[in-house]
Nanobody, 117 residues
Framework: QVQLVESGGGLVQPGGSLRLSCAAS????????MAWYRQAPGKQRELVAS???????NYTDSVKGRFTISRDNAKNTLYLQMNSLKPEDTARYYC???????????WGQGTQVTVSI
């Protein structure tokens, strides 16, 4: 069983920055990939960025060049550095872990990011 706890969300002005963190507890395997998703009101949850255990990262086009995903495997922690934030980045951000070994996906409770004047 894996538990994910996000932190770091908040209210920020356009152009500002935030750093989200996701602390994972439980058994993490070398094949486990982690990701950040977000969901805005009235919209479907979308993948923002993903990263393998070996730190190969992928991003959705709308955040490329502004967001950076990283992970510290020793601390079982996932990060999302968000720069040049825009109002359209406003959403609840969720941490995700996908484990091929136990064939399960885990989700955190989410952290709210609001970009507004």
């Amino acid at each position: 069983q894996v538990q994910l706890v996000e932190s770091g969300g908040g209210l920020v002005q356009p152009g500002g920055s935030l750093r989200l963190s996701c602390a994972a507890s439980g058994i993490i395997y070398a094949s486990d990939a982690m990701a950040w998703y977000r969901q805005a009101p009235g919209k479907q949850r979308e993948l923002v960025a993903s990263i393998t255990y070996r730190s190969t990262a992928n991003y959705t086009d709308s955040v490329k060049g502004r967001f950076t995903i990283s992970r510290d495997n020793a601390k079982n922690t996932l990060y999302l550095q968000m720069n040049s934030l825009k109002p359209e980045d406003t959403a609840r951000y969720y941490c995700n872990l996908e484990s091929p070994v136990v064939k399960r996906r885990y989700w955190g409770q989410g952290t709210q990011v609001t970009v507004s004047i």
